[in-house]
């Protein structure tokens, strides 16, 4: 059971332009939503998160969308840039208390390409 | 965010050896968590480990196959006992900081890479 999906294996953009990253999750327990960044045969960098009582957070060029109704969230990257050229992960949690605190559930991945 | 150190960063095992993986934090944390990389696939985790306590394993992990130390609030080590080549995977030590506003955040370590041959 996939609870957390990033349907798009890849994308592929332009630099300067906006790259839109997308996530679907099907537990509507989940309360917490974060965007990690990863190289190869290196741990994830953490980016951006957003808590489940919000729309909306940015952070410089990353902003991270989230759609309750639609268990659905998507980071958006203005502009792109070629260091940005990784795999992102999406990740939930939920909040269960005591140890199940800061587990996350990932998402497959989908590997940026950003093109000079 | 805190600083974290695993030890090796990678290493070539013979199958049927056990490895233990460190992890060193710079600061004292709470909860520490282990996942796991397969190739090709997302993150699982596999364990969190508090201090003083027994690890608590998720389903399809068990003890006996990776079990955990955590003998203080910024040490752990995971263990991959018995290795067969399907154990080949970056093993990631984990820890959870606030991170202001609502929620906390999971920091990784650089990772484990481990082949197992």
């Known amino acids: 059971d996939q609870q957390v999906k990033q349907n798009s294996p890849s994308l592929s953009v332009q630099e300067g332009r906006i790259s839109i990253l997308n996530c679907d999750y099907t537990n509507s327990m989940f309360d917490y939503f974060l965007w990690y960044k990863k190289y190869p045969a290196e741990g994830p960098t953490f980016l951006i998160s957003i808590s489940s009582i919000k729309d909306k957070n940015e952070d410089g060029r990353f902003t991270v969308f989230l759609n309750k109704s639609a268990k659905h969230l998507s980071l958006h990257i203005v502009p792109s840039q070629p260091g940005d050229s990784a795999v992102y992960f999406c990740?939930?949690?939920?909040?269960?208390?005591?140890?199940?605190?800061?587990?996350?559930?990932f998402g497959q991945g989908t590997i940026l390409t950003v093109h000079p | 965010s805190a600083v974290i150190s695993q030890k090796p960063s990678r290493d070539i095992c013979q199958r049927g050896t056990s490895l233990t993986i460190q992890c060193q934090v710079d600061s004292q944390v709470t909860m520490m968590f282990w996942y796991r990389q397969q190739p090709g696939q997302s993150l699982t985790l596999i364990a969190t480990?508090?201090?003083?306590?027994?690890?608590?394993?998720e389903s399809g992990f068990v003890i006996d196959k990776f079990p955990i130390s955590r003998p203080n609030l910024t040490f752990s080590t995971l263990t991959v006992s018995n290795m067969s080549p399907e154990d080949s995977s970056i093993y990631l030590c984990?820890?959870?900081?606030?991170?202001?506003?609502?929620?906390?955040?999971?920091?990784f370590g650089e990772g484990s890479w481990l082949t197992v041959v």
């Open positions: 990740a939930a949690r939920q909040d269960t208390g005591g140890t199940s605190y800061g587990k996350l559930t």
């Open positions: 480990a508090n201090q003083g306590s027994e690890a608590t394993y």
């Open positions: 984990s820890v959870e900081e606030p991170a202001g506003g609502s929620g906390n955040t999971i920091y």
